[in-house]
Each structure stands twice: as C-alpha cells, then as structure tokens.
C-alpha cells in the first residue's frame, strides 16, 4: 500500500482528505512545515499533498527543503492551495512542487493527480 504524507492544519481539510484517501493509502500527518519534514525523513512517502499556508514553516519553505534533500527530492509534491491566483501555480512548481490543485478540492482531479504520480 502506498504512502502519502498530508500537511494540512485546517482539521476540517485534513479530515476530508482522511476521508477520501484512507481506504487507498496509508496515511500520514502533519500540520506544518517543520512536521512535515520530520514526518517525509521517518516514514519516506510515496506521494506529499502539501498545503502553502502552514504555521512554524509554510509549505513553500518545506517543499524546498525537500527538493534539496538528495534522499526526499524523488517525492512527488502536490500543492492543495486555497491561493489559485495568477501565478501562484508558477511559483510553486518553481519551488520544486510537482503538481498544483486548488482548493476547495476537486474529487476526480485529485485522483487523476495521484494516479499520475503513483501509478496503478
């Protein structure tokens, strides 16, 4: 079974995302940055749905932390960001995210998301 890694601290957030994904994957969490980075060094994910807006370190700093590591920088990253302005895809796809989905969530997107990443 694969792993995923969700960074999100909006309760509500993470639990729809629990809810969605739990039967598919085994599951990990963390609700900042600093955690998220702990969490990707202990259990090594296959797959991170980082959120953007996260309190002691935001997902932008995570996500480059992460893509400098030479062991974390093969984890794909997808950005969920209530932020789906103008440029902001841009901008973390250049901080190393691999994939970029807005919020509020779209079901079928995600799926097709992880499906890209993670194959079958």
């Known amino acids: 079974?694969?792993?995923?890694?969700i960074v999100e601290d909006v309760p509500l957030n993470?639990?729809?995302l629990v809810q969605l994904l739990e039967d598919r994957y085994r599951l990990v969490l963390a609700e900042d940055g600093k955690a998220?980075?702990?969490c990707a060094v202990e259990d090594k994910p296959d797959l991170i749905l980082m959120d953007l807006s996260l309190p002691r370190m935001?997902?932008?700093e995570a996500t480059?932390?992460?893509k400098a590591d030479a062991v974390l920088a093969r984890i794909p990253v997808i950005v969920l960001s209530a932020r789906a302005?103008?440029?902001d895809e841009e901008r973390a796809r250049?901080?190393?995210c691999d994939d970029f989905l807005a919020k509020p969530i779209d079901?079928?997107?995600l799926f097709q998301k992880l499906e890209r990443h993670l194959g079958g």
């Open 1 to 5: 079974m694969k792993t995923i890694l």
């Open 14 to 16: 993470r639990d729809l």
């Open 36 to 38: 998220a980075l702990e």
């Open 58 to 60: 935001d997902g932008w």
């Open 64 to 66: 480059r932390r992460l």
């Open 85 to 87: 302005m103008r440029g």
């Open 94 to 96: 250049s901080c190393g």
């Open 107 to 109: 079901e079928d997107l």
